[in-house]
């Protein structure tokens, strides 16, 4: 604990290969910039420079690069995305409520895109929170394709039907106050939680270019920060629990992302799974991780996939994507069926969470209030 107080709030992280990340000196903005521009032009894509820049002090610092490097972090082609599934619409003003209910159709479409072609997938109450960040950020048709990878990678413990591999990944976090109040932290990505957006950006930043159990470490390094606040609680756990499930807004976020990296270097998540006595149980996120990680490494900059796209033609480009159906045309029934909307299936999603809609629009207006010129370009 002491070891990790001693950390300074400034240091740098790097992103290594196995999901770790090493210290850097922390270097000017403009000298970022420039490596993360670079980064992006060079062939192959230089992957471990935006993992160091993600993960070092203050992310990726703006969303026209997170629109850039997020997609690069899941090995994902720009020139070779889903088309909008629903209605084209345009937001402009304040979150209205006509735009409040675009905002809502389009994230219900976007996790009924991503659903209907894996089955084995299953929506969990919190998806929508990743799926929410990802739109207001990014924009839709990146959302589908960037969500589609991560609910088969990074969160793909939690769509299983049952909660037995979420609670496995729980275990993980070794705290004799239990770990139910970090749930929400897991499986939303801390989107459920933070009210201030670009906090919940710059926790996607990290996670994006670190290993799938990186959100557990997060919340270690939490409850570890909020230690006194803990010992000075009434020694009752439902009172502990209710100090803990709720984040306080100020915390020193860079140093807590630091802290957790030293906490990942010094305990790796096959340790934890010792220490911790866990009952062996294939976790699907971290037994694909390496091979997903190595997969990254051999991306082509955008310039020369713009260039091979307009080569070969689109309808070349994408027959051996899983989403050809999407770009040229779906079955007419099932176009009908899936773009107009299946009302049924919809209020299925929505009544999930009985407080979906609310969290949503949370979220939305805090994204709106910060930076709502960055927002209305996306729609």
């Known amino acids: 604990m002491n070891r990790l107080k001693k950390k300074k709030q400034n240091a740098g992280v790097e992103v290594n290969g196995n999901g770790s ?12 910039l420039a490596e993360i521009h670079q980064a992006l032009i060079n062939d192959p894509v230089d992957i471990e420079t935006l993992r160091r820049a993600a993960g070092s002090k203050g992310g990726l610092l703006t969303d026209e690069l997170r629109r850039k490097v997020w997609p690069k972090l899941l090995n994902i082609n720009v020139y070779d995305l889903p088309h909008k599934p629903g209605r084209d619409s345009l937001m402009s003003g304040g979150m209205r409520a006509s735009e409040r209910a675009v905002l809502q159709e389009q994230m219900i479409d976007i996790i ?8 084995q997938l299953h929506y969990y109450q919190g998806y929508h929170d990743v799926a929410v960040t990802l739109l207001l950020v990014v924009g839709e048709r990146m959302t589908i394709a960037m969500l589609d990878t991560l609910s088969n990678h990074h969160l793909r413990d939690f769509m299983d039907p049952t909660m037995d591999s979420t609670k496995h990944i729980l275990n993980y976090l070794i705290a004799e106050v239990g770990t139910i109040f970090a749930l929400s932290w897991l499986i939303t990505w801390y989107g459920h939680v933070l ?18 159990l990186m959100p557990i470490y ?27 499930s709720r984040i306080p807004q100020d915390l020193p976020y860079e140093l807590l992302i630091g802290q957790a990296q030293d906490l990942f270097d010094q305990y790796p998540p096959s340790l934890l799974a010792k220490r911790a006595a866990l009952q062996p149980r294939k976790s699907l996120s971290i037994s694909t991780f390496q091979a997903f990680q190595l997969a990254t490494l051999h991306q082509r900059p955008d310039s020369i996939l713009k260039r091979l796209t307009k080569a070969q033609g689109s309808s070349t480009s994408r027959q051996a994507s899983r989403y050809s159906g999407l770009e040229a045309a779906l079955p007419q029934e099932r176009g009908q069926l899936w773009g107009k909307g299946n009302r049924m299936v919809k209020m299925a999603v929505w009544g999930l969470s009985a407080t979906l809609g609310a969290a949503v629009f949370a979220v939305a207006q805090t994204a709106m209030d910060w930076g709502p010129e960055a927002l209305l370009q996306l729609f």
Do not use: N, W
């Not at 990340?21 to 970022?32: I, L, M, Y």
């Not at 009924?112 to 089955?119: A, S």
């Open 195 to 212: 009210s201030d957006f670009k906090h919940t950006m710059r926790l996607y930043d990290f996670f994006l270019a670190s290993h799938p």
């Open 112 to 119: 009924l895109e991503v659903l209907k072609y894996t089955p």
């Open 218 to 244: 997060l919340a270690a390094t939490i409850v570890l920060h909020r230690e006194k606040e803990v010992k000075k609680t009434e020694c009752d756990m439902a009172m502990v629990h209710h100090l803990l």
């Open 21 to 32: 990340v090493t210290r850097e000196p922390d270097c000017g903005r403009k000298q970022k």
